[in-house]
């Protein structure tokens, strides 16, 4: 599987942001698809996650309300809406692929594939 980010930016605090994450590969509708970010030393954190089937959705609390992931299987894609920007989403956003778990997980250990990041910049 491989995997293709895109959809980063600047935006001011309260624009908005869609982020598509394009899959290449054998996709099964039990895989989880995951949204990850990070900023400089500070560990990986999941903000969503979605089983391709789009049976089972997570959301971390700080982006429950404003963030929505979704799957277009017909494309092979996933997207996270991101509405309500705020400064403290800034972040190089990841997206990645766990094809083990076969449940919803937050754990960056347990997935197998990643993107090559998109830059998430919120200014004030």
């Known amino acids: 599987v491989q995997l293709q980010a895109s959809g980063g930016g600047l935006v001011q605090a309260g624009g908005s942001l869609r982020l598509s994450c394009a899959a290449s590969g054998r996709i099964f509708s039990y895989y989880v698809v995951g949204w990850f970010r990070q900023t400089p030393g500070k560990e990986r954190e999941c903000v969503a996650a979605?089983?391709?089937?789009?049976?089972?959705?997570y959301y971390k609390d700080s982006v429950k309300g404003r963030f929505t992931i979704s799957t277009n299987n017909g494309k092979n894609t996933v997207y996270l809406l991101m509405n309500s920007l705020k400064p403290e989403d800034t972040a190089i956003y990841y997206c990645?692929?766990?094809?083990?778990?076969?449940?919803?997980?937050?754990?960056?250990?347990?997935?197998?594939?990643w993107g090559q990041g998109t830059q998430v910049t919120v200014s004030s």
């Open positions: 979605i089983t391709w089937s789009g049976s089972n959705i």
């Open positions: 990645a692929v766990d094809e083990r778990s076969n449940r919803l997980t937050t754990r960056a250990q347990m997935y197998d594939y």
